[in-house]
């Protein structure tokens, strides 16, 4: 009993603090003292309209290098010089305000007369948003360079993913507090504003989901529903492989893409050799599915966890703008692997022998039934909240975490080996990952991507949405979806702002299909594919990067021009 009680004490104490990191605002300003008053107060923003953070104002006498009083901007742009005593600063007629930030043009603005003598008064003044230009300098050319070195490592897999991002962030670091020593022009972005760029809500909802995957890994219930397949196929091959590719993308809806084929492959592999068949005919058919299916929700992929959380898309706002278009795009996507495939499975047998079928059916059994059961509860009560949770601003990462903590209570594993299931790796990437791409958008490139981007497509939100699409889906054939997601989405939001019509939030949207699909187009796409190729390179059928481009680009082609369609149907016809 005290030991029940103990364990329930610990998981109260860690879900407290899970939900006071998680859902609890940031200290803001502290009261300002009755006393205080205000003289000016105002905002700063860049060209795009975008609140300047933590840039430095403060007031002089004209043609005097004396600072009267100075304050920071806030996380809204807005700032405001106050002041207790107006005897302390020697205020004369003639003011000038002055902004600085690092990557801006320095800003001095000359007061009015009205307004330097309702200050002098101790008035107080407000002021036009005041709007900074970007500048470029070494540091910008430095940001860049190291983002693009990550990039190059990532691609060409000289360099592990998390030991790439690491690297990026180290040298942007590095950088910044040593190389500024030597040359001030290289400053990037010191260690406090780094992270403030990591977003907590993912790396929490990850680990979550992680916990929760172990949990479930360990029933062998996906081993299960491969075996499943191949009995209700009848030996039927075509359908044997959409009854895998369904499985799959299902699966990967729930769970992540990269998950789903840890699980489906080993199975796979040992059907294909049952049916005398080269296993890439089923493990092709099945990683594009991944990468298509786990679309439909926010915790189907990692670009999809990057979209929701950066523009608070809901659980369900992902599941009902985005499922029928992933439907539209799986039936096509089938079609073409049975089609390409067609020869293959034609050739195959349509028995096994009984060696085989018994040892398919040992590795294909429900080891944990009970621990399956209690997961299933906990999964249902989970759907629920991330469907309704946005309503009281439950976040997904908060229901993850409340999930994954109740769930080991509930079946008391080892917890060791709990948390060691925890892929720290991934959660590494994310964390480097976020502060390379924040580095990109301290110095102004994101911001330069947006202008040319909404140069060419001015407002018209067709032009945009086609873009976004296609542009997302041909540039994750030569760069990994998740970087190119997460340098995106600044883009996506400024777009989202000044094209009439987007405030639907349909270029996110198409972020998501463009950026998780395009993964299909290359073997460096997404992560799911380079998993799948290990496996099967393991089992002595190496999956080259020419032939997933042969077979990966033209379904690449077929399931984003599919999904195009329901896209520009849901949001310009249906609205």
Same mark, same amino acid.
């Given at each position: 009993m005290?030991?029940?009680m103990?364990?329930?004490a610990?998981?109260?104490?860690?879900?407290a603090?899970?939900v006071?990191?998680?859902?609890?605002?940031?200290a803001?300003?502290q009261?300002?003292?009755p006393?205080?008053r205000?003289?000016?107060v105002?905002s700063?923003?860049?060209k795009q309209?975008?609140?300047?953070?933590?840039a430095r104002?403060?007031?002089?006498?004209?043609?005097?290098?004396?600072v009267l009083?100075?304050?920071?901007?806030?996380?809204?742009g807005?700032?405001a010089?106050?002041?207790?005593d107006p005897?302390?600063?020697?205020?004369?007629q003639?003011l000038?305000?002055?902004?600085?930030?690092h990557h801006?043009?320095p800003?001095?603005m000359e007061?009015?007369?009205?307004q330097?003598q309702?200050i002098?008064?101790?008035?107080?003044v407000?002021l036009?948003?005041?709007?900074?230009?970007?500048r470029?300098s070494?540091?910008f050319?430095?940001a860049?360079?190291?983002?693009?070195?990550?990039?190059v490592?990532?691609?060409?897999?000289?360099?592990h993913?998390?030991l790439?991002a690491?690297?990026g962030?180290a040298?942007?670091l590095?950088?910044t507090?040593?190389?500024?020593?030597i040359v001030?022009d290289?400053y990037?972005l010191d260690?406090?504003h780094?992270l403030g760029?990591?977003?907590?809500?993912v790396?929490?909802?990850?680990?979550?989901m992680?916990?929760?995957?172990a949990?479930v890994?360990g029933t062998g219930i996906?081993?299960w529903?491969?075996?499943?397949?191949?009995?209700?196929?009848g030996?039927?091959t075509? =359908? &044997? #492989?959409?009854i895998l590719m369904?499985?799959? /993308?299902? $699966?990967s809806a729930?769970l992540d893409?990269?998950?789903? !084929? =840890? &699980? #489906?492959t080993?199975?796979?592999?040992?059907? /294909?050799? $049952?049916?005398n068949?080269n296993?890439?005919?089923?493990l !092709?058919?099945e990683?594009?599915?991944?990468?298509?299916?786990?679309?439909?929700?926010?915790v189907g992929?990692?670009?999809n966890i990057l979209?929701?959380s950066?523009a608070?898309?809901s659980?369900?706002?992902f599941l009902?703008?985005?499922?029928?278009?992933?439907l539209l795009a799986?039936t096509?996507l089938t079609l073409y692997s049975?089609?390409i495939?067609?020869?293959?499975?034609?050739?195959a047998?349509?028995t096994v022998?009984p060696v085989?079928l018994?040892?398919?059916?040992?590795?294909?059994?429900?080891t944990q039934p009970?621990?399956?059961?209690?997961a299933?509860?906990?999964?249902?009560?989970?759907l629920?909240?991330?469907?309704?949770?946005?309503?009281?601003?439950?976040?997904?990462a908060?229901?993850?975490?409340l999930?994954?903590?109740?769930?080991?209570v509930?079946i008391?594993?080892?917890?060791?080996?709990?948390?060691?299931?925890?892929d720290w790796?991934?959660?590494v990437?994310f964390m480097?990952?976020?502060?390379?791409?924040?580095a990109i958008q301290?110095?102004g490139?994101?911001?330069?991507?947006a202008d040319?981007?909404?140069?060419?497509?001015g407002d018209n939100?067709?032009?945009a949405?086609?873009?976004?699409i296609?542009?997302?889906?041909?540039?994750?054939?030569v760069i990994p979806?998740i970087?190119?997601?997460?340098?995106m989405?600044p883009?996506?939001?400024?777009l989202?702002?000044?094209?009439?019509g987007a405030?639907?939030?349909?270029?996110?949207f198409?972020?998501?299909v463009?950026s998780?699909?395009?993964?299909?187009?290359s073997?460096?796409?997404?992560?799911a594919?380079?998993?799948?190729?290990?496996?099967?390179?393991?089992?002595?059928?190496?999956i080259?990067?020419?032939?997933f481009?042969?077979?990966?680009?033209?379904a690449?082609?077929?399931?984003?021009?599919?999904?195009?369609?329901?896209?520009?149907?849901r949001?310009?016809?249906?609205?």
């Amino acid at each position: 009993m005290r030991r029940s009680m103990s364990h329930w004490a610990i998981a109260t104490g860690l879900l407290a603090i899970v939900v006071l990191l998680l859902i609890t605002p940031a200290a803001g300003a502290q009261p300002v003292s009755p006393t205080v008053r205000e003289l000016v107060v105002g905002s700063v923003k860049d060209k795009q309209d975008q609140p300047v953070i933590d840039a430095r104002v403060w007031l002089t006498n004209t043609g005097q290098d004396e600072v009267l009083v100075e304050t920071e901007t806030q996380d809204d742009g807005r700032f405001a010089l106050s002041i207790d005593d107006p005897g302390a600063a020697a205020f004369q007629q003639s003011l000038t305000l002055h902004v600085e930030r690092h990557h801006f043009e320095p800003l001095a603005m000359e007061l009015t007369i009205e307004q330097s003598q309702d200050i002098v008064a101790w008035e107080p003044v407000a002021l036009p948003d005041l709007v900074l230009q970007r500048r470029i300098s070494l540091g910008f050319w430095a940001a860049v360079g190291v983002f693009v070195l990550m990039l190059v490592l990532i691609a060409t897999s000289k360099m592990h993913n998390t030991l790439a991002a690491l690297l990026g962030m180290a040298l942007v670091l590095g950088l910044t507090y040593l190389g500024s020593l030597i040359v001030p022009d290289i400053y990037i972005l010191d260690f406090e504003h780094a992270l403030g760029y990591i977003d907590w809500n993912v790396i929490f909802l990850i680990m979550g989901m992680m916990i929760i995957i172990a949990v479930v890994e360990g029933t062998g219930i996906f081993q299960w529903l491969a075996f499943f397949a191949y009995r209700i196929s009848g030996g039927r091959t075509w =359908l &044997l #492989m959409a009854i895998l590719m369904l499985i799959t /993308a299902v $699966a990967s809806a729930v769970l992540d893409n990269v998950t789903t !084929m =840890l &699980l #489906m492959t080993p199975i796979t592999v040992q059907i /294909a050799l $049952a049916l005398n068949m080269n296993p890439l005919a089923l493990l !092709m058919p099945e990683v594009l599915a991944s990468n298509v299916g786990g679309i439909s929700t926010l915790v189907g992929t990692p670009t999809n966890i990057l979209i929701g959380s950066y523009a608070g898309i809901s659980f369900a706002s992902f599941l009902t703008n985005l499922t029928p278009g992933v439907l539209l795009a799986l039936t096509g996507l089938t079609l073409y692997s049975v089609f390409i495939y067609w020869g293959q499975l034609k050739k195959a047998r349509s028995t096994v022998s009984p060696v085989l079928l018994q040892r398919l059916k040992e590795n294909a059994q429900i080891t944990q039934p009970a621990h399956l059961k209690k997961a299933g509860v906990v999964g249902l009560v989970m759907l629920i909240l991330f469907l309704v949770g946005e309503g009281f601003h439950l976040t997904p990462a908060v229901t993850a975490m409340l999930g994954a903590t109740a769930l080991l209570v509930w079946i008391r594993p080892n917890i060791e080996e709990m948390i060691e299931a925890v892929d720290w790796t991934t959660l590494v990437f994310f964390m480097a990952l976020f502060i390379a791409v924040g580095a990109i958008q301290e110095v102004g490139l994101i911001s330069a991507i947006a202008d040319t981007i909404g140069w060419l497509v001015g407002d018209n939100l067709v032009l945009a949405m086609l873009v976004i699409i296609w542009l997302g889906a041909l540039m994750s054939t030569v760069i990994p979806n998740i970087p190119f997601t997460a340098a995106m989405l600044p883009v996506i939001g400024y777009l989202t702002s000044i094209i009439p019509g987007a405030e639907n939030l349909s270029l996110f949207f198409c972020l998501s299909v463009g950026s998780a699909m395009g993964g299909n187009g290359s073997l460096i796409g997404a992560s799911a594919n380079l998993v799948t190729a290990g496996i099967a390179e393991r089992a002595g059928y190496p999956i080259t990067y020419s032939y997933f481009l042969k077979r990966g680009f033209p379904a690449l082609l077929i399931t984003v021009s599919l999904a195009t369609l329901w896209l520009l149907l849901r949001f310009l016809v249906l609205g």
